[in-house]
C-alpha cells in the first residue's frame, strides 16, 4: 500500500490502459471476497448488473484496487448483518458504478472527514468489532485512484448503522 501511494502521490502511477470485458472482471473481483464474508458469517449479496459482452478501456487493475479496498473495509468493518455491491454501467455517462453499503459500526459525522485522509484511522473504541491493524492508506490510495481515473468517490454514513460507499469511474 505504501508503495503505491507514493507512486500516486508523485505522479509516477504507470497506468496500464486495456480493453477487457467487466461484467466478469467484476465478478471474479468481487466473488474473491465471498470466503472472507462467510468467515464472519455475514451475508454477502451481489448484484452484478453489467451487460455480459460490455468491453470498457481502461486500467484493471487500477479498477480491481479500487473495488477491493472498498469491499475489503465494508466487510472488516461489519460485524453482523450484510455486505451488498452492487456493480452497472451508466451508458449515457460512460461510467462504471459500484455501490457497496454495509450494516458496519458506520462513520460519525465528526469522523467522515478522515476518511481519506493519508494514514488516519477511525477510532472504534465504543465498537465491538475487532479490527486488524492497518497503516490508514486504503480510502487515500482508493481516493487517489478514483481521482486519477477522472471518477468520483462519496459515501454516507451512520455511525452504529452502517456506511455506504459510491464510486463511478
Known amino acids: 500500500n505504501l508503495l503505491n501511494f507514493q507512486k500516486i502521490e508523485s505522479g509516477k502511477w504507470s497506468r496500464n490502459n486495456m480493453n477487457f470485458e467487466v461484467q466478469s472482471f467484476a465478478r471474479n473481483t468481487i466473488d474473491s471476497f465471498v470466503p472472507l464474508a462467510n468467515q464472519k458469517n455475514l451475508s454477502f449479496k451481489v448484484n452484478n ?4 459482452n460490455l468491453v470498457v478501456f481502461g486500467d484493471p487493475f487500477m479498477i480491481r484496487e479500487v473495488y477491493s479496498n ?3 473495509n465494508a466487510i472488516k468493518y ?3 448483518g450484510y455486505v451488498e455491491v ?4 451508466d451508458s ?3 461510467m ?3 455501490t457497496v453499503k454495509d450494516t458496519g459500526v458506520g462513520i460519525s459525522d465528526e469522523d467522515k472527514h478522515l476518511v481519506f485522509e493519508e494514514f488516519e484511522q477511525i477510532k472504534q473504541e465504543d465498537s465491538n468489532v475487532h479490527f486488524t491493524t492497518g497503516n490508514g492508506l486504503g480510502m487515500a490510495i482508493t481516493k487517489g485512484l478514483v ?3 477522472n471518477g468520483d468517490i462519496s ?9 455506504e460507499f459510491f464510486v463511478s469511474i
Do not use: P, R
Open 86 to 89: 452492487t456493480v452497472e454501467h
Open 49 to 52: 448488473h453489467l451487460d455480459k
Open 70 to 72: 472498498i469491499i475489503s
Open 147 to 149: 481521482d486519477e481515473m
Open 92 to 94: 449515457s455517462e460512460g
Open 96 to 98: 462504471l458504478k459500484l
Open 78 to 80: 461489519t460485524s453482523e
Open 155 to 163: 459515501f454516507s454514513s451512520t455511525k452504529g448503522v452502517g456506511t
